[in-house]
């Protein structure tokens, strides 16, 4: 069973970073493209960061020139957050898509204000 385990998540003041952290159980090179999606309550959950197996990266509007997402050549999926905004608060989630689809459980991310 493919797991995904999200960790980096917390409390931050607005103007702060967070790097958060995806780690899978087996190599990310198995998926055709990983990612980060977010959601708030009350919200539609947004995309908000993705990259390709080959490398190509996509951002939603919201997070360009402030978010960076990465990876190590083995298992883990990085999400750089800097210049963090109340409005970025939300449950982030790790996600894979490629021979099935799958998601972490999620990590908490608080900005204040």
């Known amino acids: 069973q493919v797991q995904l385990v999200e960790s980096g998540g917390g409390l931050v003041q607005a103007g702060g970073s967070l790097r958060l952290s995806c780690a899978a159980s087996?190599?990310?090179?198995?998926?055709?493209?990983m990612g980060w999606y977010r959601q708030a309550p009350g919200n539609q959950r947004e995309l908000v960061a993705s990259?390709?197996?080959?490398?190509?990266t996509n951002y939603a509007d919201s997070v360009k020139g402030r978010f960076t997402i990465s990876r190590d050549n083995a298992k883990t999926v990085y999400l750089q957050m800097n210049s963090l905004k109340p409005e970025d608060t939300a449950v982030y989630y790790c996600?894979?898509?490629?021979?099935?689809?799958?998601r972490g459980q999620g990590t908490q991310v608080t900005v204040s204000s």
């Open positions: 087996l190599s990310i090179f198995s998926f055709n493209v």
């Open positions: 990259i390709t197996s080959g490398g190509r």
């Open positions: 996600y894979a898509n490629g021979f099935d689809d799958f």
